[in-house]
Each structure stands twice: as structure tokens, then as C-alpha cells.
């Protein structure tokens, strides 16, 4: 396989699955096209995104949460770091989380959601986008199921009321000399299940080859860039990698534009048990896998180390 796949998920997920598997085994990276997010919803959603950050910083900053980890509401710049960076990022965010009814047995796991009253529409408008994502998020997990040979429906009860964020980020426009080229978000990997990432059509995001080269993604418009992360990575003892990836800076006019995008980090239950897939495990070396570990530990583990606990 010489490439990043690129495979529509309208198709039977029997014809995609093998094609989608080996390209997360290969690069821990795939772009899904046909995903069934309406563009009209994206559209809202990137224009109530850009209206929150242009809010004057005081505005913003009243929907941080102090001791919150981040996990809800407003980060503003300067806060989060890669693991083992030494500066931070070039970006602010929000977030938005799962809500769950009064009295789940899952909602200590889980924020409270804070929205901007500043901004019309949205909480309804990022709502609709959350159970979307969720649901694209699904039917790619089922045609990895598929791949591992695995029940298609195995992962549903895994991610059911799962930790999930959605992520709406802003980076500045850069505007000295040294823009084109400049690191954006440093070299990191994702901590979740998997990520699916609406706005890569601008150019920037590169991963780490297995031969230690940085590599492009091409995304077409409209497309999700979805990508493999930490959990998955060690259900699978390493089979499907969570690749380390970054957002540089293009060259020419792009590079002294704002960037905006979007990741759905979709997360296992916080009581599911990270335990290497039998069929996963090395017949000759079938002691040599991770030890099982629950999702919110290991998440938690994963926030002190990038500064967000």
C-alpha cells in the first residue's frame, strides 16, 4: 500500500474495511468521504466557531473553567503543551462534552457543558454536530471491527455514553517573517479511541511515517480526516497505530491566515477496560502487551502529561 486511504463511507463497509484497516496500520491515518455530517450543519457550525473567538478575550475567558482540566468551556492561549514540548501551542479552544440525564451511574466522569450566551444558536448548532460526529464516528468503528474480525456491532457497547469532546480550535493569523513553516500544534498523539477531524483541507497537517518522515495529508473538501489514537492503539497492541502528528504553517498567503477546525475525539466508556484483543497478541511473544488499565485512567495519566490536570 503506498498511500493514505481515501474511501467513502456511502459504500458497504464490507468493500472499504480491509482498504480503511491497512491504512490505519500502516499510518494510523484514513480520509472518509461521504460521511453523512450535512454540509450545512458544518457550515453553521464554522461560522458560530468564528464568531465565539472573535469575542473581546475577557468575554472568552468567563467560560473558563478553573481546576476544569479543560474539559469544558473556553482554554485560552498558552495553556496546552504536546507531551514532552517545550512550548506551547499556538491556539485557543473549546469544548463541548457528552450530557447526560441526572442520576447516570457515568456522570461523575463527566462536566457539565457551559455555553456562550453571546453567540446565537449555539448550543443547538453544536449539539446537532456532536450526535453527528458521534454517529459518522460509529460506522467507522464498525468497519474496524469488520477488519479485526471482530462482531461489525463490537465497539458500540465500549463507546456507548463514552467521554467524547468535540473540539472547535482557532489558531491566530501569523504575522511575522517567520510564519510560513511555523509549528502551529508540535508533534503529539492522540489519547482516544479514534479522532475525526472536520477543516484539514487547509494545508498543514503532516504525520510521522514509520520511516520517520513527515507526511502531508491531502484532504478534499468536505472530507473527515479521521485518525487512530492511544486507546485504540493499545486495545490493538500496536496493530492500528496512533501516529504522532502535527499542524505547521503552509507556505505563501496561507500561511498568515487564521486557522479553524474541528475534532470529534470519540473515547471508550470511563469504566471500560483497555485489554489487548486476543487476536491481537503476538502467538510468539503473548506475554509482550500492555497491561489492562481502565479509560479514565489511562486518560487521566494522558491529561497530566500534556498540562491539562
Given at each position: 500500500?503506498?498511500?493514505?486511504?481515501?474511501?467513502?463511507?456511502?459504500?458497504?463497509?464490507?468493500?472499504?474495511?480491509?482498504?480503511?484497516?491497512?491504512?490505519?496500520?500502516?499510518?494510523?491515518?484514513?480520509?472518509?468521504?461521504?460521511?453523512?455530517?450535512?454540509?450545512?450543519?458544518?457550515?453553521?457550525?464554522?461560522?458560530?466557531?468564528?464568531?465565539?473567538?472573535?469575542?473581546?478575550?475577557?468575554?472568552?475567558?468567563?467560560?473558563?473553567?478553573?481546576?476544569?482540566?479543560?474539559?469544558?468551556?473556553?482554554?485560552?492561549?498558552?495553556?496546552?503543551?504536546?507531551?514532552?514540548?517545550?512550548?506551547?501551542?499556538?491556539?485557543?479552544?473549546?469544548?463541548?462534552?457528552?450530557?447526560?440525564p441526572e442520576g447516570h451511574d457515568l456522570q461523575k466522569y463527566m462536566q457539565p457543558n457551559v455555553w456562550p450566551s453571546e453567540v446565537e444558536g449555539f448550543r443547538a448548532t453544536f449539539s446537532a454536530l456532536y450526535s453527528a460526529f458521534e454517529q459518522a464516528g460509529g460506522r467507522v468503528l464498525e468497519a474496524i471491527?469488520?477488519?479485526?474480525?471482530?462482531?461489525?456491532?463490537?465497539?458500540?457497547?465500549?463507546?456507548?455514553?463514552?467521554?467524547?469532546?468535540?473540539?472547535?480550535?482557532?489558531?491566530?493569523?501569523?504575522?511575522?517573517?517567520?510564519?510560513?513553516?511555523?509549528?502551529?500544534?508540535?508533534?503529539?498523539?492522540?489519547?482516544?479511541?479514534?479522532?475525526?477531524?472536520?477543516?484539514?483541507?487547509?494545508?498543514?497537517?503532516?504525520?510521522?511515517?514509520?520511516?520517520?518522515?513527515?507526511?502531508?495529508?491531502?484532504?478534499?473538501?468536505?472530507?473527515?480526516?479521521?485518525?487512530?489514537?492511544?486507546?485504540?492503539?493499545?486495545?490493538?497492541?500496536?496493530?492500528?497505530?496512533?501516529?504522532?502528528?502535527?499542524?505547521?504553517?503552509p507556505v505563501g498567503e496561507a500561511a498568515y491566515r487564521a486557522r479553524y477546525s474541528m475534532p470529534f475525539f470519540l473515547h471508550f466508556r470511563p469504566d471500560f477496560t483497555i485489554e489487548t484483543l486476543e487476536s491481537c497478541l503476538d502467538p510468539n511473544r503473548p506475554g509482550e502487551h500492555p497491561a489492562p488499565i481502565?479509560?479514565?485512567?489511562?486518560?487521566?495519566?494522558?491529561?497530566?502529561?500534556?498540562?491539562?490536570?
Amino acid at each position: 500500500m503506498s498511500d493514505i486511504a481515501s474511501v467513502s463511507l456511502a459504500q458497504p463497509l464490507e468493500t472499504i474495511a480491509q482498504e480503511l484497516g491497512k491504512s490505519f496500520e500502516e499510518y494510523g491515518f484514513a480520509v472518509i468521504r461521504d460521511h453523512g455530517i450535512p454540509q450545512d450543519l458544518i457550515d453553521r457550525a464554522e461560522s458560530l466557531s468564528r464568531e465565539f473567538f472573535a469575542l473581546p478575550e475577557d468575554a472568552k475567558k468567563a467560560y473558563k473553567i478553573e481546576g476544569g482540566g479543560g474539559a469544558r468551556g473556553y482554554t485560552p492561549f498558552g495553556i496546552e503543551k504536546a507531551k514532552d514540548a517545550e512550548v506551547f501551542d499556538l491556539k485557543e479552544f473549546w469544548h463541548v462534552g457528552r450530557e447526560l440525564p441526572e442520576g447516570h451511574d457515568l456522570q461523575k466522569y463527566m462536566q457539565p457543558n457551559v455555553w456562550p450566551s453571546e453567540v446565537e444558536g449555539f448550543r443547538a448548532t453544536f449539539s446537532a454536530l456532536y450526535s453527528a460526529f458521534e454517529q459518522a464516528g460509529g460506522r467507522v468503528l464498525e468497519a474496524i471491527a469488520l477488519h479485526l474480525d471482530l462482531p461489525r456491532e463490537w465497539f458500540a457497547a465500549t463507546v456507548e455514553d463514552g467521554n467524547s469532546v468535540m473540539r472547535l480550535l482557532h489558531y491566530p493569523p501569523l504575522t511575522d517573517s517567520r510564519a510560513e513553516g511555523a509549528i502551529r500544534a508540535a508533534a503529539h498523539g492522540d489519547i482516544n479511541t479514534i479522532t475525526l477531524l472536520l477543516g484539514a483541507e487547509e494545508a498543514g497537517l503532516e504525520l510521522l511515517t514509520a520511516a520517520g518522515e513527515w507526511k502531508a495529508i491531502e484532504v478534499p473538501e468536505g472530507a473527515l480526516v479521521v485518525n487512530i489514537g492511544d486507546m485504540l492503539d493499545r486495545l490493538t497492541n500496536g496493530k492500528l497505530r496512533s501516529t504522532t502528528h502535527r499542524v505547521v504553517n503552509p507556505v505563501g498567503e496561507a500561511a498568515y491566515r487564521a486557522r479553524y477546525s474541528m475534532p470529534f475525539f470519540l473515547h471508550f466508556r470511563p469504566d471500560f477496560t483497555i485489554e489487548t484483543l486476543e487476536s491481537c497478541l503476538d502467538p510468539n511473544r503473548p506475554g509482550e502487551h500492555p497491561a489492562p488499565i481502565s479509560s479514565h485512567e489511562f486518560l487521566q495519566q494522558r491529561l497530566r502529561e500534556i498540562n491539562l490536570v
